[in-house]
T-cell receptor, first 118, second 112 residues
Framework: GAVVSQHPSRVICKSGTSVKIECRSL??????MFWYRQFPKQSLMLMAT?????????EQGVEKDKFLINHASLTLSTLTVTSAHPEDSSFYIC??????????????FGPGTRLLVL | KNQVEQSPQSLIILEGKNCTLQ??????????LRWYKQDTGRGPVSLTI???SENTKSNGRYTATLDADTKQSSLHITASQLSDSASYIC???????????WGAGTKLIIKP
């Protein structure tokens, strides 16, 4: 149980285009999902917290107009990188919090999406 | 400031050997501490979780310890296998808002 999937697993795009990444909780409903970014040899950095049916909460320094997050259902959150540039190239990981386990910080992580912007 | 520091930054050992990874934290109020294993190009997978009152927790060949007084934790891997090659990340949860504070990780390489 507690499986989180991401699609696509890797994407290559041209500078200036937009890229959408999907995060799905496959066997549980997640009212809260998280989006992280990880640069080479660094740990995960939280970008935003996505709550179903409401606006996402972005961490300091993360541009909300550049990284659009939509959490339209209890099993799906999407991250759209708009007008992507080479510096947006990174490993994007989502996680989902199962209901009832918010108190101990439990999150289940997706396999990640490798984005390369040329 | 809430911080999690891990050492060493990287470690290379021979297959079959044991190793210990360290984690020091300054997080208050403390809720729990997790060790994650992250294979290259994959998302993190939880190995252990310990609350304030727990001193040790095992998961197969992985044994985590926690000293809440000194705010230190360790992850001991016994009889290492090639598949143990990965980054091991210490993550502390702050009780105030369930925020996760991430360490930078230790990159472990197991050589045959």
């Amino acid at each position: 149980g507690a499986v989180v999937s991401q699609h696509p697993s890797r994407v290559i795009c041209k500078s200036g285009t937009s890229v959408k990444i999907e995060c799905r909780s496959l066997d549980f409903q997640a009212t809260t999902m998280f989006w992280y970014r990880q640069f080479p040899k660094q740990s995960l950095m939280l970008m935003a917290t996505s709550n179903e049916g409401s606006k996402a909460t972005y961490e300091q320094g993360v541009e909300k107009d550049k990284f659009l997050i939509n959490h339209a259902s209890l099993t799906l959150s999407t991250l759209t990188v708009t007008s992507a540039h080479p510096e947006d190239s990174s490993f994007y990981i989502c996680s989902a919090r199962p209901p009832g386990l918010a108190g101990d910080g439990t999150q289940y992580f997706g396999p990640g999406t490798r984005l390369l912007v040329l | 400031k809430n911080q999690v520091e891990q050492s060493p930054q990287s470690l290379i050992i021979l297959e079959g050997k044991n190793c210990t990874l360290q984690c020091n934290y300054t997080v208050s109020p403390f809720s729990n501490l997790r060790w994650y294993k992250q294979d290259t190009g994959r998302g993190p997978v939880s190995l252990t979780i310990m609350t304030f009152s727990e001193n040790t927790k095992s998961n197969g060949r992985y044994t985590a310890t926690l000293d809440a007084d000194t705010k230190q934790s360790s992850l001991h891997i016994t009889a290492s296998q090639l598949s143990d090659s990965a980054s091991y990340i210490c993550v502390v949860s702050a009780n105030s808002n369930y925020q996760l504070i991430w360490g930078a990780g230790t990159k472990l390489i197991i050589k045959p």
